[in-house]
């Protein structure tokens, strides 16, 4: 019976110790633009928000060939490693073979020609000239090959993981790509660069007493198609596999945008006789698109109330309401329905514990506009809730008692009082029983005649 009782209370003590342990197991909005965009991909980043979010895209992950826009990196690599602009270096035979044939825009750069990396910086991003980057190639890193070792480690070190470059200029290679995605990652970091900045937005260049206008067409009146007041540089890229490429800035009335474009088609559009190279007015499109539709707009304002969460032991208050922390402002549709606006608790919790402060995190909601999750927004308590000393004793006990460990613990307590009366009340039997034989054996022998002889034993 010991032993029996011994394991009983050893599997309810290693019972209840396994229940005392726990079972283990802001974003912005896309919009599609309301007009003809002939780009494979595109994005368009609001520049005025520190996130940089993509306020359209399309294909953004697609990789494709950058052309020149390959030298947006080159000019990135060589701003990083040399500190003197003004150093002077000279076109070498290696240098200017490399270009020779293959149909790459060049400056004219003659062998045993110097120029500073300064002027050589200008006409890489201004003309897009291919000699101009070779020769920046060997004085950075000895050699194209190892400059391009450069450059895939300056994206690598930015995150871009669909990036591969095998040139300093963009001509065409097929294990040469990227996507608009990394794109813009890459130019968003190139636009902290003051310099590239200065290089890259520059609208002309003059070498040989020639001036060499920017490539952007957007940036020359003469193009009436294509020219777009508003629009700063910075680069362009073509090759007849990469078709036609940008990457342009555009800033009005306070708003700014970026726009890359790339993969898209001379053609035909409008009507026209003539064939458009459509990179230059998808990023106009985009740009006018843009200016003309989106605006900043406060859609929830600071103490706004957006819900609210029930509370645990609170004196006089059994639920907060939750307010926004802060003035929300996010790009949104001009024509903006306030009242259409929806919002979405994200991790509310199903209570607090009081005490409860005024300000205090609670969690955050989604703010949705025509199915699109404009912006998320941080929810704080409204009020102070003082604790109920009272209510949070009742509710531990209550808690305590109507847990699942508890209730276990109690149905196995009440077995093992069943057990155990079951075990005593045998026992009992038991001792009575023998208790009886003992006295029946007493009372015969009482009876047995004097004379009486127990059997032999053999």
């Known amino acids: ?17 396994t229940l005392s342990f726990p079972a283990f197991s802001a974003q912005a909005a896309k919009y599609e633009p309301d007009r003809t ?10 520049l005025d928000d520190s996130s940089y979010p993509a306020v359209a895209e399309k294909n953004a992950d697609e990789k494709l060939y950058p052309a020149s826009l390959t030298k947006i990196v080159t000019a990135m690599v060589v701003l990083n490693k ?33 120029l500073t990396v300064d002027e050589l910086l200008y006409l890489t991003m201004v003309h897009s000239a291919c000699d101009a980057c070779q020769v920046l190639a060997e004085y950075v890193s000895g050699s194209e090959s190892a400059f391009v070792d450069e450059m895939n480690k300056w994206v690598a070190s930015l995150g871009c993981k669909n990036t ?72 362009t890229g073509s090759t007849e596999e990469a078709e036609y490429c940008l990457i342009t800035k555009a800033s009005k009335d306070g708003y700014n945008y970026l726009a890359i474009v790339m993969k898209s088609p001379q053609q035909k559009i409008n009507g026209e006789s003539y064939e458009t190279k459509c990179s230059f007015v998808d990023a106009k499109s985009l740009f006018e698109w843009a200016f003309d539709s989106l605006k900043y707009t406060t859609i929830v304002r600071a103490q706004e109330v957006v819900g609210e969460t029930a509370v645990e032991n609170g004196k006089d208050a059994d ?36 005490p409860v402060s005024k300000g205090q995190d609670v969690c955050k909601a989604n703010v949705i506009y025509g199915d699109e999750i404009v912006a998320t927004v941080d929810l704080v308590a409204a009020d102070n809730i003082e604790l109920s000393t009272f209510l949070k004793v009742i509710n531990a006990l209550k808690a305590f008692f109507s847990s699942t460990a508890v209730k276990i613990i109690a149905v196995i307590i009440v077995l093992l009082i069943i057990v155990y009366a079951f075990l005593v009340y045998n026992n009992y039997q038991k001792k009575k029983k023998r208790r009886l034989q003992k006295i029946a054996r007493a009372e015969q022998a009482e009876n047995r005649p004097d004379d009486y002889l127990p059997p032999p034993r053999r």
């Open 37 to 46: 965009i002939y780009a494979e991909a595109y994005m368009l980043i609001n």
């Open 319 to 354: 639920s907060v309401r939750l307010v926004a922390k802060e003035d929300m402002n996010v790009i949104v549709p001009a024509g903006l329905d306030k009242s259409a606006i929806i919002f979405e608790l994200v991790d509310k919790p199903e209570s607090i514990e009081a």
């Open 164 to 235: 591969h470059f095998t040139n300093a200029d963009g001509l065409h290679d097929g294990n040469h790509y990227t996507t608009a995605r990394d794109m813009s990652v890459i130019t968003l970091a190139a636009l902290k660069n003051s310099n590239f900045v200065k290089y890259s937005t520059a609208t002309q260049v003059e070498y040989n007493d020639i001036i060499l206008r920017h490539t952007n067409l957007m940036l020359n009146p003469g193009y009436l198609t294509y020219y777009y007041e508003y629009a700063q540089g910075i680069k």
């Open 1 to 17: 019976m010991k032993r029996t009782l011994s394991f009983i209370i050893t599997s309810l003590i290693m019972i209840t110790f």
């Open 82 to 114: 040399v500190k003197d602009l003004n150093a002077e270096t000279t076109m070498s035979q290696q240098a200017y073979d490399n270009t020779l044939g293959t149909g790459a825009q060049v400056a004219g750069i003659s062998v045993g020609e110097t």
